[in-house]
């Protein structure tokens, strides 16, 4: 990247943080009353386009943004981040526009995105949208022993709400007793036995004493990391862990779009 342009995305980004920088940190540091602000935000551009799901993609879209805002380098860095290189600071190049507009965006695509995927699917035939139980057993836990070891020894080194995330999520309701008993015979340390399991988020979340969308947010940044540390992860992930989160399908969601 030019000098010049550099300095033009500094400039940009300098200028969006003077307006909207105290507000950000406000949502990482969990302010409420900002998180709620913003989905009335969010509400605005989705109401009009889905109005009977407008509540889902709101939520989906608080995720992705929950998501950014926690991996990403904190506002009062990103100026001087970018000044390191054209690669910049993670994340922060949200703020090339003003973060109403990008946070706008971001329920938007997913309302497109969604519509090209229903419309993928209803042009696919049936017997290709069909799949069978994706839940895994003890006898596919055995064969990846060595795999599982070292996976959840590296969630024993994430931070410590990230590893807690994982860990209760690993162990929610849903999944198998035997899964969970092989699990704790692995890591007895990190993985507790307990037959009083979590089935939601909004109950991982009040267990840890944080937001159900703080526990997606965490679980999302882990479930990253942990692929690029071992890319062969990501099927056992797949298999442990619901691919969108722990959250129940479209169909068993609340009316007010929280997990039910």
Not at 113 to 135: C, F, V, W, Y
Request: charged share 30%.
């Amino acid at each position: 990247m030019h000098e010049a342009t550099i300095q033009r995305v500094v400039d940009r980004v300098v200028r969006n943080l003077d307006h909207d920088g105290a507000t950000v940190e406000g949502l990482v540091a969990g302010d409420a009353d900002g998180w709620t602000d913003l989905r009335n935000l969010l509400m605005k551009s989705a109401g009009p386009r889905v109005a009977p799901r407008a509540d889902y993609f709101c939520d989906e879209a608080l995720q992705k943004i929950a998501v950014v805002l926690l991996s990403g380098t904190q506002p009062s860095r990103a100026a001087e981040e970018l000044l390191n290189g054209p690669s910049g600071p993670r994340n922060e190049y949200i703020f090339t526009s003003p973060f109403a507009f990008w946070a706008r965006t971001v329920v938007i695509n997913l309302i497109i995105d969604e519509a090209r995927r229903e419309r993928r699917l209803r042009e696919r035939p049936l017997e290709q949208t069909q799949t069978g139980d994706a839940s895994i057993d003890t006898g596919e836990l055995e064969r990846a022993r060595d795999s599982l070891t070292d996976l959840l020894q590296a969630i024993r080194a994430l931070p410590p709400m990230q590893r807690s995330v994982m860990i209760t999520s690993l162990c929610r309701e849903q999944v198998k007793d035997d899964v969970v008993e092989f699990l704790h015979e692995l890591a007895p340390d990190l993985v507790v036995a307990n037959p009083q399991r979590p089935g939601s988020d909004d109950e991982i979340a009040r267990s840890l004493e944080t937001s159900p969308r703080s526990v997606a947010a965490n679980r999302s940044v882990a479930r990253a990391k942990l692929i690029a540390l071992d890319t062969e992860w990501a099927a056992l992930l797949d298999r442990l862990l619901p691919h969108r989160s722990t959250r129940p399908d479209r169909g068993a969601r609340t009316e007010s779009g929280e997990p039910g």
